[in-house]
């Protein structure tokens, strides 16, 4: 058989297009792939041949609209898939492309489409893309079958048939198309239905979404314009010795040479020294497809396939002696699942994790603690990282959760550790199966204590989700008081929801009711979500307005910046909008990061304010570096701006010998250097102040002070540079 792929070959576990043809070479049967053929031309497609059992049709490792598009619909530049990095090779909805390429130059084959596009596409499904309920991908690409989730039984069963010549339509896993509805499967409302009526749309995804277990699921069929879209049961999962055969194939852990000579594949760098620990996800998030293709139920390799994996690993001469990542969909899932689940299926009316775990879940991380620990054993290898996202929920109910957290702190976190609490508002985070915020605070404060006890400079990184369905303007503005007052940073991992097939969050998008039938809002205009979204992101520059007047009162969260009893006035001291200049690129801060700075604590009050109130604040993200920075003599400051600062005082100077008198502020206040530099806007080879007219009344609450020589208000500031 021939395996077309959307990605470029990269040859390693995590490709699916690879895992699926080794499986399949490992079981006998000789396997071709051809990567991201050109649509316009059969050079590409053709140049294998014809196969002798069947053609097999993925997008990729991500579907092809979601590689191609943002939240907000702009195409994007950049693939991470494709040798170069640019996004030129991969079509739009690419199953569909890749079966038509195939039916015109190289028909006479079954086509079976498979991949995580197919996969979320293989019933009636609302596409975000075109705003409307489309049909399932079989119906719109006219390929033979779909074998969904992952697969490697399904294909493996698939190909034997074929070879024997028997019938294949009754192998687990699998679609098809057929004009007679099968004895005993359920019938789900039909396309044309699901198309007119968005309630028939929920009860069709209801009933979808929960014949997804292999234990417990039936047969499903849907009525598309006379013919039924058949969907057999799902196969069954791989054993824990299984497991370990796939992932101790003979795999290169390279770019193809053919597709290597193209260009880089940056998805090759994040994987290459990784290794996976286990299958599937019980966290039911409602906006992630893992658990739909994956599946819920988590299925753990071995720790000896795993040592073995690392062994191999380690002997590579090439081999730098760092392990990337350490996990799988959720890293500290390994190992832990529900007994009953495992014997009678999954629960239909409660889940695992949600607000709080089951009870029937017994978390317990000593075994993923005792398998890290051999990992870092292991001759050759110096470092051990977890870079795979962390459940705190889980860390938090486990008894022995505080062993596991310092066991990462202390050996397999890297300056940050990874966290998606998605949102603070408890409206939302029920919508999106999420723990509450207390969890979460909970979490940071074990965490920075661990990180502390053990001596490590560590942060967590927050990730957020905007524009989610139940999430109005009011949500993200808490979510911003929430990260300032709480976890004291300025998040910029923050990103719109995107409405990705087969989601239960996709199907509160389109309906507007979620999976209970009640009424849920979603914001469907684009320049509303990325208002959401600036509500947090953009807050730290209005926080910097705010904090002017604390500033002029003597409550200084400015480090550096200690202002004199004199100024009164508002004008005599102003504090930028956060700088967007490429300049500042060298000394941008990690997301929620502090950066400690040469001046010390700051004076408040009498009393100490330590810098990391200091950076909560949201005022210095970036801090120009002093030995990049022009000293320029009074005559060389642009006439414009000396003829506006007559009212100085005196001149401001620092023991380095720079130049303060283009300041514009009155003797009575003293600044660093830096400070000075980051207050003033002065840039690299050209001096840039807000020149202020000492007798003309200003507004600071004006909302759009500029940094580079541009300052309005209604009174008192005008164009300098």
């Given at each position: 058989?021939?395996?077309?792929?959307?990605?470029?070959?990269?040859?390693?576990?995590?490709?699916?297009?690879?895992?699926?043809?080794?499986?399949?070479?490992?079981?006998?049967?000789?396997?071709?792939?051809?990567?991201?053929?050109?649509?316009?031309?059969?050079?590409?497609?053709?140049?294998?041949?014809?196969?002798?059992?069947?053609?097999?049709?993925?997008?990729?490792?991500?579907?092809?609209?979601?590689?191609?598009?943002?939240?907000?619909?702009?195409?994007?530049?950049?693939?991470?898939?494709?040798?170069?990095?640019?996004?030129?090779?991969?079509?739009?909805?690419?199953?569909?492309?890749?079966?038509?390429?195939?039916?015109?130059?190289?028909?006479?084959?079954?086509?079976?489409?498979?991949?995580?596009?197919?996969?979320?596409?293989?019933?009636?499904?609302?596409?975000?893309?075109?705003?409307?309920?489309?049909?399932?991908?079989?119906?719109?690409?006219?390929?033979?079958?779909?074998?969904?989730?992952?697969?490697?039984?399904?294909?493996?069963?698939?190909?034997?048939?074929?070879?024997?010549?028997?019938?294949?339509?009754?192998?687990?896993?699998?679609?098809?198309?057929?004009?007679?509805?099968?004895?005993?499967?359920?019938?789900?409302?039909?396309?044309?239905?699901?198309?007119?009526?968005?309630?028939?749309?929920?009860?069709?995804?209801?009933?979808?979404?929960?014949?997804?277990?292999?234990?417990?699921?039936?047969?499903?069929?849907?009525?598309?314009?006379?013919?039924?879209?058949?969907?057999?049961?799902?196969?069954?999962?791989?054993?824990?010795?299984?497991?370990d055969g796939v992932y101790e194939m003979d795999f290169e852990n390279a770019v193809h040479p053919y597709y290597l000579k193209d260009g880089k594949v940056k998805a090759m760098e994040t994987v290459r020294n990784s290794i996976t620990t286990h299958r599937?996800?019980?966290?039911?998030?409602?906006?992630?497809?893992?658990?739909?293709?994956?599946?819920?139920?988590?299925?753990?390799?071995?720790?000896?396939?795993?040592?073995?994996?690392?062994?191999?690993?380690?002997s590579d001469p090439h081999f730098n002696g760092i392990i990337q990542d350490v996990g799988g969909p959720t890293a500290n899932m390994y190992g832990i699942e529900c007994a009953r689940k495992l014997k009678h299926g999954a629960c239909q009316d409660k889940?695992?994790?949600?607000?709080?775990?089951?009870?029937?879940?017994?978390?317990?991380?000593?075994?993923?603690?005792?398998?890290?620990?051999?990992?870092?054993?292991?001759?050759?290898?110096?470092?051990?990282?977890?870079?795979?996202?962390?459940?705190?929920?889980?860390?938090?109910?486990?008894?022995?959760?505080?062993?596991?957290?310092?066991?990462?702190?202390?050996?397999?976190?890297?300056?940050?550790?990874?966290?998606?609490?998605?949102?603070?508002?408890?409206?939302?985070?029920?919508?999106?199966?999420?723990?509450?915020?207390?969890?979460?605070?909970?979490?940071?404060?074990?965490?920075?204590?661990?990180?502390?006890?053990?001596?490590?400079?560590?942060?967590?990184?927050?990730?957020?989700?905007?524009?989610?369905?139940?999430?109005?303007?009011?949500?993200?503005?808490?979510?911003?008081?929430?990260?300032?007052?709480?976890?004291?940073?300025?998040?910029?991992?923050?990103?719109?929801?995107?409405?990705?097939?087969?989601?239960?969050?996709?199907?509160?998008?389109?309906?507007?009711?979620?999976?209970?039938?009640?009424?849920?809002?979603?914001?469907?205009?684009?320049?509303?979500?990325?208002?959401?979204?600036?509500?947090?992101?953009?807050?730290?520059?209005?926080?910097?307005?705010?904090?002017?007047?604390?500033?002029?009162?003597?409550?200084?969260?400015?480090?550096?910046?200690?202002?004199?009893?004199?100024?009164?006035?508002?004008?005599?001291?102003?504090?930028?909008?956060?700088?967007?200049?490429?300049?500042?690129?060298?000394?941008?801060?990690?997301?929620?990061?502090?950066?400690?700075?040469?001046?010390?604590?700051?004076?408040?009050?009498?009393?100490?304010?330590?810098?990391?109130?200091?950076?909560?604040?949201?005022?210095?993200?970036?801090?120009?570096?002093?030995?990049?920075?022009?000293?320029?003599?009074?005559?060389?400051?642009?006439?414009?701006?000396?003829?506006?600062?007559?009212?100085?005082?005196?001149?401001?100077?620092?023991?380095?010998?720079?130049?303060?008198?283009?300041?514009?502020?009155?003797?009575?206040?003293?600044?660093?250097?830096?400070?000075?530099?980051?207050?003033?806007?002065?840039?690299?080879?050209?001096?840039?102040?807000?020149?202020?007219?000492?007798?003309?009344?200003?507004?600071?609450?004006?909302?759009?002070?500029?940094?580079?020589?541009?300052?309005?208000?209604?009174?008192?500031?005008?164009?300098?540079?």
């Open positions: 058989m021939i395996l077309v792929s959307g990605d470029t070959y990269t040859d390693n576990s995590y490709n699916g297009t690879a895992v699926i043809g080794h499986w399949l070479m490992e079981n006998g049967f000789r396997v071709g792939i051809i990567a991201q053929p050109r649509t316009d031309v059969p050079d590409d497609i053709t140049r294998l041949g014809m196969p002798e059992l069947f053609w097999s049709v993925s997008s990729g490792c991500v579907d092809s609209m979601v590689a191609n598009y943002t939240a907000t619909n702009k195409f994007r530049k950049d693939d991470d898939f494709t040798p170069g990095g640019v996004n030129d090779r991969r079509p739009d909805r690419a199953c569909i492309a890749y079966t038509n390429l195939i039916k015109k130059y190289a028909k006479g084959k079954p086509i079976i489409l498979g991949g995580i596009e197919a996969s979320l596409r293989r019933l009636a499904h609302y596409d975000y893309w075109s705003d409307s309920i489309r049909r399932s991908v079989l119906f719109d690409s006219k390929a033979d079958a779909i074998t969904y989730g992952m697969a490697e039984l399904s294909n493996l069963r698939l190909a034997q048939c074929m070879r024997d010549g028997v019938d294949w339509k009754d192998t687990p896993g699998l679609c098809y198309a057929s004009s007679q509805f099968p004895e005993g499967y359920l019938l789900l409302p039909s396309y044309e239905e699901c198309r007119s009526d968005r309630s028939k749309y929920l009860d069709a995804f209801r009933t979808f979404y929960r014949n997804c277990d292999p234990i417990t699921a039936k047969g499903l069929a849907q009525d598309n314009g006379g013919r039924f879209l058949i969907q057999n049961p799902p196969q069954r999962l791989l054993t824990s010795e299984e497991l599937g996800c019980y966290g039911e998030c409602s906006f992630c497809a893992i658990a739909m293709h994956q599946g819920s139920t988590v299925v753990s390799r071995s720790e000896d396939s795993i040592i073995r994996e690392v062994e191999r690993m380690a889940s695992c994790l949600g607000d709080s775990p089951c009870p029937s879940l017994h978390i317990d991380h000593g075994r993923q603690i005792a398998l890290l620990k051999r990992i870092r054993a292991v001759p050759g290898v110096r470092k051990v990282f977890v870079n795979s996202g962390i459940r705190y929920d889980m860390i938090l109910a486990d008894r022995n959760g505080d062993d596991y957290l310092e066991t990462l702190i202390r050996y397999h976190v890297s300056g940050q550790m990874k966290i998606a609490p998605e949102h603070v508002s408890r409206r939302v985070l029920r919508a999106m199966g999420k723990p509450g915020p207390d969890k979460l605070l909970e979490f940071k404060s074990d965490f920075d204590s661990c990180a502390e006890r053990c001596g490590k400079d560590l942060f967590l990184t927050y990730y957020f989700i905007a524009a989610h369905p139940g999430c109005h303007d009011e949500d993200m503005q808490e979510l911003s008081r929430f990260c300032h007052s709480k976890l004291r940073m300025n998040p910029e991992q923050v990103q719109i929801f995107t409405p990705t097939p087969s989601t239960v969050s996709t199907c509160m998008y389109c309906t507007g009711m979620d999976m209970d039938g009640k009424r849920i809002f979603s914001e469907h205009s684009v320049q509303r979500k990325r208002k959401q979204k600036e509500y947090v992101v953009r807050s730290g520059d209005a926080r910097n307005r705010c904090l002017q007047s604390r500033v002029l009162e003597g409550r200084v969260p400015v480090r550096g910046v200690q202002c004199h009893p004199e100024a009164q006035d508002a004008h005599e001291l102003l504090l930028p909008h956060r700088p967007r200049s490429h300049h500042h690129r060298a000394d941008r801060l990690s997301p929620g990061r502090s950066r400690p700075g040469p001046q010390g604590p700051v004076l408040r009050d009498s009393r100490v304010v330590q810098r990391e109130e200091v950076r909560s604040a949201g005022v210095f993200h970036e801090i120009c570096d002093d030995r990049r920075l022009r000293r320029q003599e009074p005559s060389q400051v642009h006439p414009e701006v000396q003829e506006h600062n007559v009212h100085s005082a005196g001149q401001v100077q620092g023991s380095d010998g720079f130049d303060r008198e283009a300041a514009g502020f009155r003797s009575g206040a003293a600044f660093g250097h830096r400070e000075l530099v980051h207050l003033m806007g002065i840039q690299y080879g050209q001096v840039q102040v807000r020149a202020v007219q000492p007798d003309v009344p200003c507004d600071i609450d004006q909302p759009d002070i500029g940094f580079r020589g541009c300052a309005r208000s209604r009174g008192g500031f005008r164009r300098v540079s």
